[in-house]
């Protein structure tokens, strides 16, 4: 699916939540240059959702992406959750793309 956002829209390194009613959830899109990640907006943890208020993320100063629940902290590249209690899960990765006029194209992540 492609969304109404370019990839210019999106600041360098900083998320930024988009719901689709095609996904299972909020998605948390994550700009790095040219590229994009995008995210279920899902801890691992407990399941609920990273963001402290809509579109409001906690990052630490070292870059990672800190749910506001419980405090676990992701590498905003791998989705690994690398500190606090769902330490080695991951974040479940929705397929990313950027097409050639910068329009960011998201695949639907496979079901549970
Ligand atoms: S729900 Fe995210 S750290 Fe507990």
């Known amino acids: 699916m492609s969304l109404s956002l370019n990839l210019d829209q999106l600041p360098e390194q900083q998320p930024v939540a988009h719901a689709d ?3 299972p959830a909020e ?3 994550i700009r790095d240059g040219q590229q994009v990640s995008a995210w279920l907006n899902i801890c691992p943890h407990q399941g609920r959702p990273l963001n402290y208020a ?3 993320f906690l990052q630490t100063p070292e870059g990672y992406l800190m749910c506001a629940a419980h405090g676990a902290t992701f590498d905003m590249k ?3 959750c690398v500190n606090g209690p769902c330490r080695g899960a991951s974040l479940r990765a929705v397929p990313a793309k950027v097409g050639p006029q910068g329009q960011i194209e998201l695949t639907a992540p496979d079901p549970l």
């Open 27 to 29: 998605v948390i899109l």
């Open 78 to 80: 791998t989705g690994e």
């Open 21 to 23: 009613l095609q996904l």
């Open 54 to 56: 809509p579109n409001k």
